[in-house]
């Protein structure tokens, strides 16, 4: 059962930034083929902000956070991160790392045909807090 901890949360100003990062153990390189970023703020559906899979270039990022946001994974796949940059009180939520490697999700993000949701993925993290006010 792939492990997925997420770490970086905590409360910034409008316009801050944060870098949130996800270690990834006990996995498979398929477990962890693809691996993404969502947010749950309080009332609202679970949504996916970016993702990637491995040996694509394409990335996947949610149209709110284009420009402001970068995902990436370091050379071992184990880490995942995000940097969040302008951010702002509507990007406050709860983070989630996920991670699976299921054909749908891989041809989805490697050929943009449709955003990654919730149902993809079969591994997640705990969440991590990110709070946005001033």
């Known amino acids: 059962q792939v492990q997925l901890v997420e770490s970086g949360g905590g409360s910034v100003q409008p316009g801050g930034s944060l870098r949130l990062s996800c270690a990834a153990s006990?996995?498979?390189?398929?477990?962890?083929?693809?691996m993404a970023w969502f947010r749950q703020a309080p009332g609202k559906s679970r949504e996916g902000v970016a993702a990637?899979?491995?040996?694509?270039?394409?990335?996947y990022y949610a149209d709110s956070v284009k420009g402001r946001f970068t995902i990436s994974r370091d050379t071992s796949k184990k880490n995942l991160y995000l940097q969040m940059n302008s951010l702002t009180p509507a990007d406050s939520a709860v983070y989630y790392c996920?991670?699976?490697?299921?054909?749908?999700?891989?041809?989805?993000?490697?050929?943009?045909?449709?955003?990654?949701?919730?149902?993809?993925?079969?591994?997640w993290g705990q969440g991590t807090q990110v709070t946005v006010s001033s």
């Open positions: 996920a991670a699976d490697g299921n054909l749908s999700l891989v041809f989805a993000i490697s050929s943009s045909t449709r955003a990654p949701s919730e149902s993809d993925f079969g591994n």
């Open positions: 006990h996995y498979s390189d398929d477990s962890t083929y693809c």
């Open positions: 990637t899979c491995s040996g694509s270039s394409t990335i």
